[in-house]
């Protein structure tokens, strides 16, 4: 999967290879926003606020292609920062940092 230089990810290691951050992926339908491995291409799970819920998918991306695992709607993107700060994060916790 390529990834561009300005994607959102958090400053910590995805818990699934432990190689890549976890990159910050939402719906423009529902506004669901989601952790995804870049690496593995997968999504580990669904932001509630700053907490993560494991989402259960294994190594699938299948629901990628289906749409948004919440909506079923095929409107998936890289999340805004404002998207990001929304649901609580600091600057300090999203790579780039604003202005990169």
């Known amino acids: ?10 400053r910590v290691p995805c818990p699934a290879c432990s190689q890549v951050p976890l990159l910050f992926v ?7 926003t989601f952790a995804w491995c870049g690496e593995e291409d997968h ?3 669904i ?6 819920r494991e989402l259960g998918l ?9 749409g948004c695992p919440v ?3 095929e409107s998936m993107g890289y999340s805004t920062r404002e998207q990001v ?3 609580g994060f600091s600057a300090a916790d999203i790579y780039p940092k604003a202005g990169s």
């Open 1 to 10: 999967m390529e990834i561009p230089s300005q994607v959102l990810s958090r």
């Open 26 to 32: 939402s719906c423009s339908s529902c506004n669901s």
């Open 43 to 45: 999504a580990i799970g």
């Open 47 to 52: 932001y509630d606020g700053i907490d993560l």
């Open 58 to 66: 294994g190594d699938t991306p299948e629901w990628a292609r289906e």
């Open 71 to 73: 909506c079923k709607a």
């Open 85 to 87: 700060e929304g649901l």
